[in-house]
């Protein structure tokens, strides 16, 4: 039996503050580095070496850490990520328990799975998803993700509107030469079905380190694209939200751009990440991270295991250096973090 220590009363804990002031209410937690899909800008075609599934947390210890950081730390909301985290056996069973600690549970996902799953991840307290989808061209999806499962993800979307994970967003990451001649028919698709697109900046995160800042579509290009075509009014940022959001006029129509790039919003950043083998992350391009596998595995009570977590996020830097000269891409590729 895990070694347990007092919790704090309901909603007595001291919050998850940096040095700079920002307060962390965000935990983005990624159940696996697997994923169907290989998509280019992420993995290389062959040979990413999946993690033994020993290094993987369980269910109790994804819990046990959640439990600590809602009840001990103040987090209020939980993204699911991986990898693509439908493949994690026995996911609406873990939202259960998760849910029962009360935070709001959001997942990110490749959609392939969704259209079996969706109503039970409902039921089981899921509040809304984030379907990754760059194209709606079955042969350039088929390119892209080197497989053709196009089919799937926008059967998945749809379960995922019936099932009533609300609102369904459609993440796309525009890339100069590749999809960047879909961004107004991917607003019009998701329009028309009711989903809200949102537009991400490619960032350097790829396995192969291949990134290109060239052929990033930034916010200002693709605005202007959006303009084009329609008058735009911006709504701003929901709190901390990554995305700003652009209303077109005469309509209720969203778009929100993830300009993680070109208009970082780390002064503002709420988010800590947990990696499938239990690796603290306190930002997405972190180049090192803190093992609460090991103190979980080792015996550590709740108190250890919060001041390990604490001591993370006092480490947090300002922000990502992508735009200087002196960026270091993190060692582990966005699989393997978590979006
Ligand atoms: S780059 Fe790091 S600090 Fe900036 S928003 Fe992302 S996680 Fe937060």
């Excluded at 001990?72 to 699911?80: F, N």
Aim: with cysteine; hydrophobic share 40%; aromatic share 4%.
């Amino acid at each position: 039996m895990a070694p347990r220590s007092t919790e704090p009363p309901h909603g007595a804990h001291t919050p998850l503050v940096d040095r700079f002031g920002r307060v962390h209410t965000d935990l983005r937690v990624s159940l696996t580095d697997r994923c169907n899909l290989r998509c280019t800008y992420c993995m290389p075609a062959e040979g990413l070496n999946w993690l033994p599934k020993a290094e993987v947390l369980g269910d109790d210890e994804v819990v046990r850490l959640v439990r600590i950081a809602v009840r001990r730390l103040g987090i209020r909301s939980l993204r699911l990520t991986g990898g693509e985290p439908l493949l994690r056996r026995g996911l609406p069973g873990l939202i259960a328990r998760l849910t029962e600690l009360g935070p709001e549970i959001s997942l990110t996902t490749n959609g392939i799975g969704l259209a079996r799953t969706a109503h039970d991840l409902k039921a089981a307290g899921l509040h809304r998803v984030n379907v990754s989808l760059d194209t709606l061209r079955p042969e350039r999806y088929a390119a892209i993700t080197r497989r053709d499962r196009i089919a799937d993800v926008l059967a998945g979307l749809a379960a995922a509107r019936a099932a009533g994970l609300a609102p369904v967003k459609v993440n796309a990451v525009p890339v100069r030469g590749v999809n960047d001649d879909e961004i107004l028919d991917l607003v019009e698709f998701a329009a028309e079905h009711g989903y809200r697109m949102r537009f991400i900046e490619s960032m350097p995160l790829d396995a192969q380190g291949a990134w290109d800042r060239s052929k990033m579509i930034t916010a200002d290009e693709l605005l202007e694209i959006l303009a084009q075509r329609w008058e735009l009014h911006p709504v701003g940022r929901h709190g901390n939200a990554p995305a700003e959001e652009w209303r077109i006029a005469g309509t209720d129509t969203v778009v929100g751009v993830i300009a993680s790039v070109t208009r970082p919003f780390c002064g503002g950043c709420d988010r800590v990440r947990l990696t499938a083998d239990g690796q603290l992350r306190n930002c997405l391009f972190a180049t090192e991270e803190s093992d609460l596998r090991e103190l979980l595995r080792g015996g550590a009570d709740d108190a250890r295991i919060e001041a390990a977590w604490r001591n993370t996020i006092a480490r947090k830097g300002p922000g990502h250096d992508i735009n200087s000269a002196d960026f270091v891409q993190p060692d582990r590729p966005m699989s393997a973090i978590g979006g």
